[in-house]
């Protein structure tokens, strides 16, 4: 319900026009995969060589890595003064490629999942893709009813959101304390600042506005995504953890830096 809730929402705010138009800036598509699909996996491996942490949550690190562009966003980018426009298309662009690249990714990837990647693909299809395609429809066809809808959908996701936080502590107890009490927050502290610095310099050849959305864009983590592939498979709720504790983590960097993008935009006259 969280996850099918979370991308609803966010096809119900999106406009297909809306994000059709900058998928036509070759550099901004080019930046977006590059930065989401190979510059975030290759920094949390170098995290992760940096920083030792149990296994199960390096696991739930790469997941991490593997999906960017939270629900969340559009308030930070709004805050960064972002282009609306391009973060419908980081969007659209990240939602579609994280369905096809993750389960291909995942068993290459994090030790331990070896599930095919059909198997690793199906709740990508269900939870993401899919809840997200219906609430663009719904945009598309009655725009009036989608926006009466977000409201009540995104009280139904926060409802259960705070649930599955709740529900975390009470079943994965001893694993919440355990990271907590080990390096797994400041790992990815650690990995969302470097993600964030490489993404703004590599955005150089981008309009500040849209050089903000990728930089935001790739600072937040979708938890849905990187939840999906744990629901394939029988894993350690370490991960599970790992995954969760993001929310907290993505929210307090990217509003940060999201605060620092928005003072550099104001100071430069935009």
Known sequence: MFMVGSFAGVGLG?????????LRNARFVALTLTVSWVVSPAIAYLVLHLIAIEPPYATGLLLLALAPCAPFAPAMVQTARGDPAYLA?????SAAVTVVVMPLAVPVLVQGLSADPITIA??????????????TIVKSIHGRAAERLRSPVA???????????VALVVVFGR????????YAILTQIVFLVALGLAAHVLGGGL????????????????LGAALAPLTAVDGDPRAIVMIAIGA???????????????????SAGR
């Open 14 to 22: 999106l406009a297909p026009r809306d994000a059709l138009a900058p």
């Open 89 to 93: 298309a980081f969007t659209v662009l």
């Open 122 to 135: 199906r709740p990508l299809l269900l939870f993401v893709l899919l809840p997200l395609l219906a609430g």
């Open 155 to 165: 009280l139904l996701t926060n409802i259960v959101g705070g649930a599955l936080m």
């Open 175 to 182: 694993a919440v304390y355990d990271a907590i009490g080990s």
């Open 207 to 222: 309009s500040d506005r849209q050089r903000s959305v990728v930089t935001i864009g790739v600072c937040t983590r979708n």
């Open 248 to 266: 907290p983590v993505t929210i307090a960097v990217s509003a940060i830096v999201a605060r620092w993008l928005g003072r550099r935009a104001v």
